[in-house]
């Protein structure tokens, strides 16, 4: 059984520097998102794709946060110039749905980001 | 916006007492109501969900919700629970109708004392 799947797991980075997360959805779901998770508080949506197009993006996602989906399977999360506030769990999720059908959301595991 | 409030955030149960964590919601219309745990190094898991029908869901490892729409909740219960619920307990929500992303709740984290 090939859930979703997120790499690298942990990145440390200096800040400043650019990062980039890679998600691989469940085979065959067409819906994307990325949250993201800091201590103590619930997962917060960033970005949500349907097929390649990124159909709603948080205000959360600043110019620095880029997210793509290029072919329609598996996506990038760049976030360039990182700061010290950026250090969260990112999490990806995928579902499979038409529409506003109820579709259950399928968590990774999470990329876990430190900027020092 | 759609928010989501989980009243309790650290519970703490003995083993065998039952267990009832609250969520409500802000916005009402057609919604979809989920309940995630993630258990101590684990990702989030799906406990049940709500889509419509009856609005007693039942879950796995004997967890169940009730949908109550006048209240905007969607309270999640156990009879009795065990060691092995030790997790932290997620409310969302996907809607009102047109919007697909879910909201979450900021958790609740049960601590059961054996």
């Known amino acids: 059984d090939t859930g979703v799947s997120q790499n690298p797991r942990h990145k440390i980075t200096k800040r400043g520097q650019n990062v980039t997360f890679r998600c691989d959805p469940i085979s065959e779901h067409n819906r994307l998102y990325w949250y993201r998770q800091t201590l103590g508080q619930g997962p917060e949506f960033l970005t949500y794709?349907?097929?390649?197009?990124?159909?709603?993006k948080s205000r959360l996602l600043s110019d620095r946060f880029s997210a793509e989906r290029p072919k329609g399977s598996f996506s990038t999360l760049e976030i360039q110039r990182t700061e010290q506030g950026d250090s969260a769990m990112y999490l990806c999720a995928s579902s499979l749905g038409t529409g506003f059908s109820g579709n259950t959301i399928y968590f990774g595991e999470g990329s876990w980001l430190t900027v020092v | 916006a759609q928010s989501v409030s989980q009243h309790n955030h650290h519970v703490i149960l003995s083993e065998a007492a039952s267990l009832e964590l609250g969520c409500n919601y802000s916005?009402?219309?057609?919604?979809?109501l989920f309940w995630y745990v993630q258990y101590p190094g684990q990702h989030l898991q799906l406990l049940l969900k709500y889509f419509s029908g009856d609005p007693l869901v039942k879950g796995i490892k004997g967890f169940e919700a009730e949908f109550i729409k006048s209240k905007f909740s969607f309270n999640l219960r156990k009879p009795s629970v065990q060691w092995s619920d030790t997790a932290e307990y997620f409310c969302a929500v996907n809607g009102p109708g047109g919007y697909q992303k879910v909201t979450f709740g900021t958790g609740t984290k049960l601590q059961v004392i054996p």
């Open positions: 916005y009402g219309g057609t919604v979809n």
């Open positions: 794709f349907q097929n390649e197009a990124q159909l709603e």
